[in-house]
């Protein structure tokens, strides 16, 4: 079973920065997307920022500028740089990575969220 482990949230005063990582247990092949979404209070959980295997991204137009998402092919590893920093953006974030198989059966994957606090 594959699990994905993320780290990096924690408690940050507006205008800051922090730094999500996220690392699979083991190696999956066949990776497709890697993303990040959050879930806020009281809402949906939304997409943040994606990325497929060629490298193509698409951000929420609430971080655009802000954040930058990047991931290592080798490594299996997704991150997210997060700048100037916003109350708005508290919020607990989840990894997510699908896959494909030989068959073309997708397979998707959830981290257990870490925590962000942006305070005014």
């Known amino acids: 079973q594959v699990q994905l482990v993320e780290s990096g949230g924690g408690l940050v005063q507006a205008g800051g920065s922090l730094r999500l990582s996220c690392a699979a247990s083991r190696s999956i092949v066949s990776i497709d997307t890697m993303a990040w979404y959050r879930q806020a209070p009281g809402k949906q959980r939304e997409l943040v920022a994606d990325?497929?295997?060629?490298?193509?991204?698409n951000y929420a137009e609430s971080v655009k500028d802000r954040f930058t998402i990047s991931r290592d092919n080798a490594k299996n590893t997704v991150d997210l740089q997060m700048n100037n920093l916003k109350p708005e953006d508290t919020a607990v974030y989840y990894c997510?990575?699908?896959?494909?198989?030989?068959?073309?059966?997708?397979?998707?994957?959830w981290g257990q969220g870490t925590q962000v606090t942006v305070s005014s």
């Open positions: 990325i497929t295997s060629g490298g193509s991204t």
């Open positions: 997510y990575v699908d896959r494909h198989d030989y068959y073309g059966t997708k397979y998707a994957y």
